[in-house]
């Protein structure tokens, strides 16, 4: 039996694509507003990248239907999809908090690969062209390493904070 993508399955890509292009346009302006303004849009960014997230998630597991990937890939979704969507939220909320720009990497990486791997476990041209040990083995690597950012972000501030303090205490 041909596996096809279905008329829901194609609506919550385009709909993932939409929120995924509104989250990294917010981002990109998100410096421009007051602080009560950047508050605000920082809700919106967050609210739009946990529903992106669940998006994902559905689609994944929709993808996951045709068994294609090994055990190990399947436990490694079930733990850092929501891991990456928790790092993607936070990344979101420290960038409303003027955090290093680097951190939009999360939210605009992340859903790339994790759509690809969904579309990749559904189109079977796909699956014969790239074994799923290598899409499963880069995605899953290198969301976990993405997924590290922004627990990195706040701890590069504090050092930062603690040199400057550090050489006005001794100059």
């Given at each position: 039996m041909a596996r096809t993508l279905g008329?829901?399955?194609?609506?919550?890509?385009?709909?993932?694509?939409?929120?995924?292009?509104?989250?990294?346009?917010?981002?990109?302006?998100?410096?421009?507003?007051?602080?009560?303004?950047?508050?605000l849009a920082t809700v919106f960014l967050v609210a739009w990248t946990i529903v992106l997230w669940l998006l994902l998630g559905a689609l994944l597991v929709i993808g996951a239907r045709t068994r294609t990937a090994p055990t190990w890939a399947g436990l490694a979704g079930l733990l850092l999809h929501p891991v990456s969507g928790a790092a993607a939220v936070a990344a979101v909320a420290m960038f409303?908090?003027?955090?290093?720009?680097?951190?939009?990497?999360?939210?605009?990486?992340?859903?790339?690969?994790?759509?690809?791997?969904?579309?990749?476990?559904?189109?079977?041209?796909?699956?014969a062209r790239v074994p799923v040990s290598t899409v499963a083995t880069v995605v899953w690597t290198t969301v976990a390493l993405v997924s590290v950012l922004p627990v990195a972000a706040p701890l590069t501030r504090a050092r930062r904070a603690q040199a400057a303090r550090a050489a006005v205490d001794t100059g």
């Open positions: 008329t829901l399955t194609v609506v919550m890509l385009v709909v993932a694509v939409l929120l995924w292009g509104l989250t990294l346009a917010g981002l990109a302006s998100l410096g421009r507003e007051d602080p009560a303004g950047r508050g409303g908090d003027r955090q290093p720009g680097w951190l939009v990497v999360v939210p605009a990486l992340v859903p790339v690969l994790l759509g690809a791997l969904a579309l990749w476990q559904l189109v079977p041209a796909w699956q």
